[in-house]
């Protein structure tokens, strides 16, 4: 059955290939970017099937004038798929409050801004899927992603909330979670790093700047493939709340969830004996 997929951050990465994925499988795409030159140079000129519109997520003026510009060509949105954002890496101490406040003004309130304006037309029609595109840094911390992660963390638990505020109305939210993908997002258009170096850091932001370089082009990640599954995951009745995507990203999962089992057991005595007056 065709469906109308609004994707934010559609010009490159896994969002350009959900959106050529959806396009080839017969369904309308609604793709959006910062530049709509790159949306049309990387799909097309706007067709029976594709509107390319410029979005800055961070902007919630914009963020209802795409989704009004979405319902008036296509009729609604069936999928939303919250794929816009960036990585801000570096030591936290080396991070500034105006890093984290544009950190989470597109990972975070960017998902806030689109997801608002488009759940009015999706519960009207009493349908719908959310993907929000999280990270395992959603799942876990790692030294010199603290804004990144965070960000993520945030997302995570919005996305949790949302799913059973909105299951009522017949609607899916599916976090996706991916592990390292061979996209572009080690590459200097994805990232950006703390400017205020501290000297007692020195040597392991220069050896997890080398080890980025070094993986950048060589993830195991197929975001081709990845675009696939979510094609898949938005004909399912019952769709996952969390979609691990990747080797990587399972055992990663799965490594945190027993750390936390054995904390809460080593624990538990101390946390139960909290209860009572």
Known sequence: MQKTWFITGASRGLGL???????????KVVATGRQRKSLTQALDEDGDQLLCLPLDVSDAGQAEAAVHAATARFGGIDVLVNNAGYGHLGFFEETSAEDARVQFATNLFGVLNVTRAALPTMRTARQ?????????????????ISLYSSSKFALEGFS????QEI????????IIEPGPFRT?????????????????????RAALRASFEERNGLQPGNPEKLALAM???????????????GKWAIEAADAKLAGMREEINRWRELSLGTDGF
């Open 17 to 27: 290939s959900l959106a050529k994925a959806a396009l080839a499988a017969g369904h």
């Open 128 to 144: 719908g899927r959310i993907f929000n595109v999280s990270s395992v840094g959603g799942l876990l911390g790692m030294e010199n």
């Open 160 to 163: 949790e909330c949302l799913a």
């Open 167 to 174: 299951a009522p109305f017949g609607m899916f939210v599916t």
């Open 184 to 204: 572009d997002f080690l590459t200097p258009e994805s990232l950006r790093f703390g400017a205020n170096p501290v000297a007692d850091y020195a040597d392991r």
């Open 231 to 245: 094609l898949q995951l938005a004909e399912e009745a019952q769709p996952p709340l969390r979609f691990l995507a």
